[in-house]
Nanobody
Framework: QVRLVESGGGLVQSGGSLRLSCAAPGSTLARYAIGWFRQAPGKEREGVSWIASDGRTEYADSVKGRFTISRDNAKDTVYLQMNNLQPEDTAVYYC??????????????????WGQGTQVTVSS
């Protein structure tokens, strides 16, 4: 069992930045692919960015060039640096873990462990 804890959300103005963290107290994330997903009010949850255990990354088209995912295995933490935030980025952001190697899976159903989410609100 892996418990994931997100942090770093908040309120920011359009064009601003936030860095989200996904930690796993008591667990080692090094062999897990980690995905960031988000859910806006009234919308389905969607994938944002993914990082494989070997560091390979993937991004949704909507965030390419603005978001950067990274991992620090020594700290068992994955980060999502979000720059040039826009109101449409407003959502609850979740991190999820999948015990896998190879390219990071982007399909939500492949992820076994989920955090509780952190709210990101971007004002115009």
């Amino acid at each position: 069992q892996v418990r994931l804890v997100e942090s770093g959300g908040g309120l920011v103005q359009s064009g601003g930045s936030l860095r989200l963290s996904c930690a796993a107290p008591g667990s080692t994330l090094a062999r897990y692919a980690i995905g960031w997903f988000r859910q806006a009010p009234g919308k389905e949850r969607e994938g944002v960015s993914w990082i494989a255990s070997d560091g390979r990354t993937e991004y949704a088209d909507s965030v390419k060039g603005r978001f950067t995912i990274s991992r620090d295995n020594a700290k068992d933490t994955v980060y999502l640096q979000m720059n040039n935030l826009q109101p449409e980025d407003t959502a609850v952001y979740y991190c999820a873990a999948d015990f896998s190697q190879g390219p990071p899976p982007t399909q939500e159903y492949l992820y076994d462990y989920w955090g509780q989410g952190t709210q990101v609100t971007v004002s115009s």
